[in-house]
């Protein structure tokens, strides 16, 4: 397999009122076409940030970041962004917020009719075709999420980067989006890097778990290889030892990096 994603020696400062702060440093980090990446640790160990490098969205204070060979410099459509927060503009229905997307990627190489079809096959992807003309106000926030999933893959990125989409969704509607997710992927075959405060969902859904030391100077403290055969079961696993085995030791990792009061103040 190719390395789609290439994360060498990047470190992440900020300029803030009290002085410079480290939130990443010296990671290093391949990711392999078609590999599933969950990106866990505490709150403020820079799991955000790093996705954030991924995407353009943030340049490396050092170090270099690689696509496919190619410097990351800002963002591109070869990556597409799923934020917690669906993002969807209230105004527009379901259909024309993925058909925005589509528009601006690929408006001046299809016709009409062909963007159309490129929105509607995104909706049905994730089981939205009888939604496309509702507006977002009219939908359930499980269903929000979805068309969020549905105008990041019309984009057809090669990494799909994923920022704790389910992280405000009640636990039955996750656990569904999660076994969607897993059904979306398998059947396009997409490279996806998500960050994730779930151990339970690093396990299921992702071939490797990166997990991030605490911050300041955040940095890679240990990727675990999740070694369990495609497709997951939910149910199966939860009977599964190995996958009890798996959750145990990002658990051991967690709990072994938790803040101690003086490093919290």
């Given at each position: 397999?190719?390395?789609?994603?290439?994360?060498?020696?990047?470190?992440?400062?900020?300029?803030?009122?009290?002085?410079?702060?480290?939130?990443?440093?010296?990671?290093?980090?391949?990711?392999?076409?078609?590999?599933?990446?969950?990106?866990?640790?505490?709150?403020?160990?820079?799991?955000?940030?790093?996705?954030?490098?991924?995407?353009?969205?943030?340049?490396?204070?050092?170090?270099?970041?690689?696509?496919?060979?190619?410097?990351?410099?800002?963002?591109?459509?070869?990556?597409?962004?799923?934020?917690?927060?669906?993002?969807?503009?209230?105004?527009?229905?379901?259909?024309?917020?993925?058909?925005?997307?589509?528009?601006?990627?690929?408006?001046?190489?299809?016709?009409?009719?062909?963007?159309?079809?490129?929105?509607?096959?995104?909706?049905?992807?994730?089981?939205?075709?009888?939604?496309?003309?509702?507006?977002?106000?009219?939908?359930?926030?499980?269903?929000?999420?979805r068309v969020g999933i549905a105008r990041a893959l019309a984009m057809e990125p090669k990494v799909l980067l994923m920022d704790e989409p389910f992280g405000a969704l009640d636990a039955l509607t996750r656990a569904h989006l999660q076994d969607e997710l897993m059904k979306i992927v398998a059947a396009t075959k997409s490279t996806v890097i998500m960050v994730t405060h779930d151990v339970d969902e690093a396990v299921l859904l992702s071939d490797r778990i990166v997990m991030m030391t605490n911050g300041p100077a955040a940095t890679i403290g240990e990727i675990l290889s999740v070694d369990l055969p495609r497709p997951r079961d939910r149910l199966a696993l939860a009977h599964d030892p190995h996958y009890h085995g798996l959750r145990s030791r990002v658990l051991e990792f967690l709990y072994s990096r938790q803040m101690r009061p003086q490093e919290a103040a």
């Open positions: 397999m190719q390395s789609y994603v290439q994360i060498e020696n990047a470190s992440m400062v900020f300029s803030t009122r009290k002085g410079r702060f480290t939130a990443l440093t010296g990671i290093d980090l391949n990711v392999e076409q078609g590999e599933f990446i969950a990106l866990i640790g505490h709150s403020g160990c820079g799991k955000s940030t790093l996705l954030n490098l991924v995407a353009g969205l943030l340049d490396a204070s050092d170090g270099v970041l690689l696509l496919a060979n190619k410097e990351i410099r800002g963002p591109g459509p070869e990556r597409a962004v799923v934020f917690q927060n669906h993002s969807l503009l209230p105004w527009l229905s379901a259909f024309d917020n993925v058909h925005l997307a589509v528009e601006k990627v690929f408006g001046g190489r299809e016709s009409k009719a062909q963007l159309k079809a490129r929105t509607r096959a995104a909706l049905d992807l994730v089981g939205l075709a009888h939604a496309a003309a509702r507006l977002p106000g009219e939908i359930s926030g499980g269903m929000k999420q």
